[in-house]
């Protein structure tokens, strides 16, 4: 390690010019300091507006106390971090090695199972036995009858035959002789009882599943996955502590977008002013846009952006409140958006949303850096039956898995979730609380553990789900005093901010359930 440090040190003895870094909100400002609160580069305008009440210090002397920290840190790292993860990982090698032994289990099933086939095809064969004997049985009874009878005839039909004969003849002991002898056929006579014909008959046995299982065996697991596609705690519940419930003057909070500083912009509802409050509902600034936003982001550069439905664009709102356009979208109607970890964005778009017109376009695209789309979602998978597989795209969102979750409207009372993977493919669809008979779902996020949080302004609740669309648990709103949760999401620090009507705005802790 001491021998990186040094070439380090070497290296910015000889590159005297230091590198000039231009602010994120201010681009023709230079940094000049750092924000130790939001631990970010700022110039000196922000330093002076949006950073003034933090600790901000001069570039210069951040610089002096990190290259003293730098190795330290790195010495923790290497001497507690790292022997860490080596030893979780050779944990979980250790635990794949395991799992590979799945297969001599499945083996074992496979040669049970063939077992039990073999017993099932010597019983099917004994009774297809039975039936046999029993047809070979009779058959060979009917063909002893058949030719005893067929004897009998033969012998009455001679006789009759003679008699034509006898009874033209004069003598008169051939006379007598022949009708004694017909006597005699006619007394030893006896009629025949034919057995009737008795064609096997099949029962079915009861199919006793238990007793199927009781007989292959069990699989049984010291410790219980799920889905391997989720995170093993997925499903686990969640209690909420409420931390603050504020009003702000609005008709209904359409959306959040929350900020490092624990200050969060607010977009009401139907209006054209928007504001900026903190977790007590201290109002620090109020704007007039000057239109209506449908939603709106931060990015990882601490960019603001919002969606104009009415005009087609996607804008950048400055500290100021003032809107500047990045990206004409006509004449497509951008509604949900959400800035994702590496850069790009998801927007949900519309042109014609009438599922009855035939130009109608309803989609999902997700635009790189550049605003350049890199994918879009809007059909079915199926080649030769393309179909909309959108209604009314409402809202965005990205989970830490890469899955792309949607609110999509079907009618103005109801609505579904959908979930699509990072290439468009369809993971699930989640239609409500299969407790609730209706679901009008109006915006969704996530948390770090995957769970998926979709407010319900119908039921006046917040459905918690798992990455796979399983229903976890609701977290009811109208009990705080909030009536129609709208918009819902989290900050840096895990904190659930719901918004509705009226500006009731809810404040939720979140904790795992154990």
Not at 217 to 235: H, K, P, R, T
Not at 376 to 399: G, W
Not at 442 to 453: G, H, I, P
């Amino acid at each position: 390690m001491e021998n990186i440090f040094e070439k380090i040190e070497e290296k910015h003895i000889l590159n005297k010019e230091e590198i000039e870094l231009n602010c994120s909100e201010h681009p023709r400002e230079i940094v000049i300091a750092f924000c130790d609160t939001c631990q970010k580069a700022v110039c000196f305008d922000c330093s002076r507006e949006s950073h003034r009440d933090h600790k901000c210090f001069k570039i210069e002397n951040k610089a002096v106390e990190a290259r003293q920290n730098i190795p330290k840190l790195c010495t923790q790292i290497e001497n507690k971090k790292l022997p860490t993860l080596v030893t979780t990982l050779d944990k979980v090698n250790n635990c794949k090695s395991q799992v590979s032994k799945t297969d001599e289990v499945i083996e074992k099933i496979h040669k049970r199972a063939n077992e039990l086939m073999a017993i099932i095809m010597e019983e099917r064969d004994s009774l297809i036995g039975q039936c046999k004997q029993s047809s070979i049985s009779q058959e060979k009874y009917y063909q002893i009858e058949e030719s005893v009878v067929r004897r009998f005839i033969d012998l009455y039909t001679l006789s009759l035959h003679e008699a034509s004969d006898v009874v033209k003849s004069t003598n008169n002991i051939e006379l007598v002789l022949f009708e004694s002898k017909l006597k005699s056929q006619i007394r030893d006579f006896k009629p025949r009882v034919i057995r009737p014909s008795s064609t096997p008959k099949f029962k079915s046995g009861n199919t006793d599943r238990e007793v199927i299982k009781n007989m292959i065996g069990q699989v049984n697991c010291d410790v219980n996955f799920a889905d391997m596609s989720s995170l093993a705690g997925e499903l686990v519940g969640i209690q909420v502590k409420l931390v603050s419930s504020v009003r702000y003057s609005c008709l209904n909070v359409a959306s959040f977008c929350l900020q490092d500083n624990e200050l969060t912009w607010i977009n009401p509802a139907e209006s054209t002013i928007g504001g900026v409050i903190d977790i007590k509902g201290t109002e620090h600034k109020r704007f007039d846009f000057g239109t209506e936003l449908s939603d709106f982001t931060i990015t990882d550069r601490n960019v603001i952006l919002g969606t104009d439905t009415k005009n087609k664009r996607i804008v950048r709102v400055t500290n100021n409140g003032i809107l500047k356009e990045v990206l004409n979208t006509a004449p497509l109607q951008p509604h949900g958006i959400h800035a994702c970890r590496n850069g790009d964005l998801l927007v949900s778009q519309m042109y014609r949303a009438d599922p009855k017109s035939v130009d109608s376009k309803r989609l999902v695209h997700r635009l790189g850096k550049d605003y350049t789309v890199k994918l879009t979602i809007q059909f079915t998978a199926s080649f030769f039956n393309k179909k909309h597989i959108l209604n009314h795209p409402r809202r965005v969102t990205e989970n830490s898995n890469g899955d792309i979750i949607v609110v999509d409207l079907s009618t103005e009372t109801s609505g579904r979730v959908l979930a699509f993977d990072f290439v468009g493919k369809l993971r699930f669809t989640y239609e409500g609380n299969p407790k609730r008979s209706k679901f009008l779902p109006f915006d969704v996020c996530c948390d770090s553990d995957l769970r998926v949080f979709v407010s319900d302004f119908f039921n006046h609740e917040i459905n918690v789900l798992g990455c796979d669309g399983q229903f976890i648990q609701e977290i009811p709103t109208n009990m705080e005093g909030l009536l129609n949760p709208i918009a819902i999401a989290f900050d840096k620090k895990g904190k659930l901010w719901i918004g509705g009507k009226g500006g009731k705005i809810l404040i939720y802790m979140t904790h795992k359930t154990i």
